[in-house]
């Protein structure tokens, strides 16, 4: 189903123990006076982490609604089966009781079947025995006349065409019932096998309601801890309003002189700074595996589904997953499933310095960059796995080299 989007906690984990890149300049909870060092980059690595934070969160209460929605349905689903299962196990009952008297009445016809049957047997015996006068020869030979005679003959055959009429109808009388028994029990057959049909429904649904039930509780815990990490940013980007205010104010008494060393760190909406921005970063390639290669391999995934805490590059994964089954695939071991932590997994590069294979972490998410100034992702939910976004697309905070 397509609501069955299962919630990660490794991306929703990506959000909550990310920390904003304070570049070593400010402490803001300790400080206690002096020189002020406020970073503007930080502060905007923290509104950037926080809009997109607030995406996912938009995201979450959507699918948070649609779990709802659907676990609605699956209740109802299970009442009307229970419902239907009350209905059957009438039907059950009514034609077990049924059944019993069916085989009451067959037991019965049978009976009056056999009884009949001995008493025709005794009639015949006494009109044919040859060995007394009351035998039927004698009683015609014996007769007063035509008409006594005939009279006497046509009794005989009423009494024969009485007997074969009762036994016939008997017979009837049986086959009759047995018929209906018959269909009474292939009747029983089809309620039973409904039955366990409708039992199977039963776990199913009770087993599709509790995966649910535990999606949803994840869900609202998840939603619960991103609105408490959206609310450190905010508090976080609050402060640094402040103390960037603070540092102004305390440069215009210095005489301004010192704007350039205090101030903003981030190079504009490529890096966040640091050695981002040194062109001495760019160690070499240690692996038999080429940049091209990889981004090869990996572009073969394009146009598969993003799924959150997903770990196929086929049916869906997410951004730390995409990178993580890319690089484990070349053999490379450690690798992480955090988009964050593939801050400190292999070697900086400076951004002039990046090429093909490369990963690029941003504030929440991370990519690989496939050259000519692009990347490739698992996007979001909307886009899937794409290869169209510029390298630049946000604000990159490290840049790491692992072939």
């Known amino acids: 189903m397509k609501f069955k989007k299962v919630l990660s906690l490794v991306l929703v984990g990506a959000f909550l123990l990310a920390t904003p890149v304070t570049n070593g300049n400010l402490d803001w909870k300790n ?8 970073s503007t980059s930080d502060r905007d690595n923290a509104q950037n982490e926080l809009d997109n934070l607030q995406d996912e969160m ?3 209460e959507d699918m948070f609604a649609e779990l709802e929605s659907q676990m609605s349905d699956k209740a109802k689903e299970l009442s009307d089966l229970m419902a239907e299962q009350e209905i059957l196990e009438n039907e059950i009952y009514t034609t077990q009781v049924a059944i019993d008297q069916a085989e ?6 049978k009976k009056k079947e056999r009884e009949e049957y001995e008493a025709m047997k005794l009639r015949i015996r006494y009109m044919y025995e040859n060995s007394t006068q009351d035998s039927i020869i004698d009683a015609i030979l014996n007769a007063n006349g035509i008409v006594d005679m005939l009279n006497r003959v046509e009794y005989v055959s009423q009494v024969h065409k009485s007997d074969r009429e009762l036994m016939e109808a008997y017979k009837a009388a049986v086959e009759e019932v047995e018929i209906i028994a018959a269909e009474l029990e292939a009747e029983m057959n089809d309620l039973v096998a409904l039955k366990e049909v409708f039992e199977h429904q039963e776990v199913a649904l009770e087993k599709a309601l509790a995966d649910l039930e535990k999606e949803a509780g994840d869900a609202q815990e998840q939603l619960a801890n991103a609105e408490r990490r ?4 905010s508090n976080y980007i609050e402060e640094q309003n402040r103390l960037i205010a603070l540092q102004q104010q305390q440069q215009q008494q210095q005489g301004g002189n010192n704007n350039s060393n205090n101030g903003n760190t ?7 700074g640091g050695y981002l921005n040194d062109p001495s970063y760019d160690p070499a390639f240690t692996s038999n595996i080429s940049g091209e290669e990889l981004v090869n391999y990996a572009l073969q995934f394009v146009g598969n589904p993003y799924k959150w805490g997903g770990n196929s590059l086929t049916n869906g994964c997410d951004c730390s997953g995409f990178v993580n089954l890319i690089y484990k695939h070349f053999g490379f071991k450690n690798v992480p499933r955090q988009s964050q932590s593939f801050k400190y997994y292999g070697q900086p590069v400076a951004f002039a310095n990046i090429k093909a294979g490369d990963i690029v972490v941003y504030p929440g998410h991370v990519a690989i960059y496939i050259g000519n100034g692009k990347i490739v992702e698992a996007q979001s939910t909307k886009a899937g796995i794409t290869c169209t976004r510029s390298v630049t697309c946000s604000t990159i905070t490290a840049i790491r080299r692992v072939l």
């Open 266 to 272: 981030n190079s504009g909406p490529v890096t966040a």
């Open 31 to 38: 400080w206690t006076g002096g020189t002020i060092f406020a």
């Open 58 to 60: 938009d995201e979450m």
């Open 104 to 109: 009451k009445d067959l037991e019965e016809a």
């Open 230 to 233: 959206a609310r450190e940013l």
